[in-house]
């Protein structure tokens, strides 16, 4: 089971790199839907089969169509521009993966002391009942977060029509 | 907390460290305001990340999956509403690049 899940996360870690690293602007959106639907498959194998399906209809689904038509509305770079830029950008910034894998092997040295184990607080219920039946301020704050979310969508497309 | 599960808890915790790691360098490495909202959501992902595996080895995954829905939901309304704000930015400035909205 272990040797799977490390080729899980070496690929997830992999198609985030791709994302961060990739020259153009769809290229990163499409990098960071295959990273959602990748960390979809971790939660499959870690018993979180609700909490993937969110994630992947969510993350890997509504957000990449967010940032495509973000992308679209905006004016993006032209190809040279942007091959200046990338050259440009890893040029001045060559040490920080450098940084990045020595905090990686010095994180690997520490001991791990701390007790996770959460405080009892409950018997283990299902999680629709945790959610609608012990969770009912999470539910109230989600709901005016969706409303701010509604009122950022229509700005965005009351943005396109303006341009139009 | 038997070994394995350390084991498993262990690796977990680096592969979300280097998600977390490689979030930061996106934001920092860019001028570009579409790829720092990119980078904010890499890092996203390694909190969510985390979050799953300490359900996993605690054994109480429904209270860690209505938290990690939550975060869903709150990550979702971030982009729409970030996006939001790059448009107009975009709007006022005519570009995404963050130098040019020094002194505006």
Same mark, same amino acid.
């Given at each position: 089971?272990?040797? *799977?899940?490390?080729? +899980?996360? %070496?690929? *997830?870690?992999?198609?985030?790199?791709?994302?961060?690293?990739?020259?153009?602007?769809?290229?990163?959106?499409?990098?960071?839907?295959? @990273?959602?639907?990748? !960390?979809?498959?971790?939660?499959?194998? !870690?018993?979180?089969?609700?909490?993937?399906?969110?994630?992947?209809?969510?993350?890997?689904?509504? %957000?990449?169509v967010l940032f495509v038509s973000t992308i679209s509305l905006?004016?993006?770079?032209?190809?040279?521009?942007?091959?200046? /830029?990338?050259?440009?950008?890893? &040029?001045?910034?060559?040490? !920080?993966?450098?940084?990045?894998?020595?905090?990686?092997?010095?994180?690997?040295?520490?001991?791990?002391?701390?007790?996770? &184990?959460?405080?009892?607080?409950?018997?283990? $219920?299902?999680?629709?009942?945790?959610?609608?039946?012990?969770?009912?301020?999470?539910?109230?704050?989600?709901? !005016?977060?969706?409303?701010?979310?509604?009122?950022?969508?229509?700005?965005l497309f009351?943005?396109k $029509?303006?341009?139009? | 907390?038997?070994?394995?599960?350390?084991?498993?808890?262990?690796?977990?915790?680096?592969?979300? &460290?280097?998600?977390?790691?490689?979030?930061?360098?996106? %934001?920092?490495?860019?001028?570009?305001?579409?790829?720092?909202?990119?980078?904010?959501?890499?890092?996203? $992902?390694?909190?969510?990340?985390?979050?799953?595996?300490?359900?996993?080895?605690?054994?109480?995954?429904?209270?860690?999956?209505?938290?990690?829905?939550?975060? +869903?939901?709150?990550?979702?309304?971030?982009?729409?509403?970030?996006a939001?704000?790059?448009?107009? +930015? /975009?709007? /006022?400035?005519?570009?995404? =690049? @963050?130098?040019?909205?020094? =002194?505006?």
């Amino acid at each position: 089971m272990q040797r *799977l899940d490390l080729f +899980i996360l %070496i690929i *997830l870690v992999l198609a985030a790199l791709w994302t961060a690293m990739s020259r153009g602007l769809i290229r990163s959106a499409i990098g960071l839907a295959l @990273t959602s639907a990748i !960390l979809t498959i971790i939660m499959f194998r !870690l018993n979180s089969p609700l909490a993937a399906v969110f994630e992947l209809s969510v993350c890997s689904g509504l %957000i990449s169509v967010l940032f495509v038509s973000t992308i679209s509305l905006t004016q993006p770079l032209t190809k040279e521009e942007a091959r200046q /830029h990338m050259w440009a950008r890893l &040029s001045r910034f060559w040490y !920080l993966p450098i940084i990045l894998v020595g905090v990686g092997i010095f994180l690997s040295l520490f001991k791990l002391r701390q007790d996770l &184990s959460m405080p009892v607080l409950q018997a283990q $219920k299902d999680v629709r009942v945790l959610l609608w039946g012990t969770r009912q301020m999470d539910l109230l704050g989600q709901l !005016l977060i969706l409303l701010a979310g509604v009122f950022a969508v229509i700005i965005l497309f009351k943005e396109k $029509k303006n341009n139009e | 907390m038997s070994r394995e599960v350390l084991n498993l808890l262990w690796m977990f915790g680096i592969f979300a &460290s280097l998600l977390f790691i490689i979030g930061i360098y996106c %934001i920092l490495a860019t001028y570009n305001l579409i790829r720092a909202l990119i980078g904010i959501e890499i890092m996203i $992902k390694a909190v969510t990340l985390l979050l799953i595996v300490a359900g996993y080895v605690t054994g109480r995954t429904a209270l860690i999956q209505a938290l990690v829905i939550t975060t +869903i939901v709150i990550e979702a309304v971030l982009v729409a509403v970030t996006a939001g704000v790059i448009l107009g +930015i /975009h709007r /006022h400035t005519g570009s995404l =690049d @963050t130098r040019k909205m020094r =002194d505006e």
